[in-house]
């Protein structure tokens, strides 16, 4: 006997309608009408998970973050010569990038107008995204080649400049796989240099 397959949770299919709202119209012009007519669902249902569709933004970034930090770490292999590590880590930063660019994009530029709600999800994503370029550049990879983990300010710089750059390609409408090369040539750079400063001398 079969069964069938367990439907989505309701809180899931709104965060996908929201998603999929956003990528229609972007989140300001975006109504929670919007979001429950692709939900298929009710206003109602919606006040029941969420208290609005801010509330419902902070979810669904947070769950896109902890997504692309796992699509990430699954892409690099820890064994491999450090340079293609980074090479590894930036093809799947810019695959996540190019399947949801208008989440991308409202999680740089409209998430932090949301002021105190959203507050604590950057700093979230911040902490757990430099926590795992500090483990991934203290790996073999890394070890092997005589090479010092990346210190957490240098990855916040790291990060800060790269999302900077990510916004401004999806905001003019560039092919974010442009931004592999200047990406992984400022990783590579700015890696190398830090950590051969920890060598002896």
Not at 129 to 155: D, H, Q
Request: proline letters at 5%; aromatic letters at 4%.
């Amino acid at each position: 006997m079969t069964t069938s397959p367990t439907p989505p949770l309701v809180a899931d299919r709104l965060l996908d309608g929201l998603a999929t709202a956003i990528g229609e119209r972007g989140y300001r012009d975006t109504t929670v009408a919007d979001i429950v007519r692709h939900a298929r669902t009710s206003k109602r249902t919606f006040y029941e998970q969420f208290s609005g569709k801010d509330e419902c933004l902070v979810e669904l970034l947070r769950r896109n973050n902890a997504d692309l930090i796992a699509a990430i770490t699954g892409a690099v292999d820890a064994d491999v010569d450090w340079r293609t590590q980074i090479r590894q880590a930036v093809e799947a930063y810019v695959g996540h990038i190019e399947a949801r660019p208008a989440i991308t994009l409202t999680w740089i530029r409209e998430a932090p107008a949301l002021g105190a709600a959203a507050a604590p999800l950057h700093r979230h994503a911040m902490t757990h995204l430099t926590e795992m370029l500090l483990t991934l550049s203290a790996n073999p990879g890394f070890t092997r080649a005589g090479l010092a983990p990346v210190s957490a300010p240098m990855a916040v710089i790291l990060l800060g400049g790269l999302r900077e750059l990510t916004a401004l390609f999806v905001e003019d409408g560039r092919d974010v796989r442009e931004l592999v090369e200047p990406a992984t040539a400022a990783a590579t750079a700015m890696l190398g240099q830090h950590s051969a400063q920890h060598q002896p001398g």
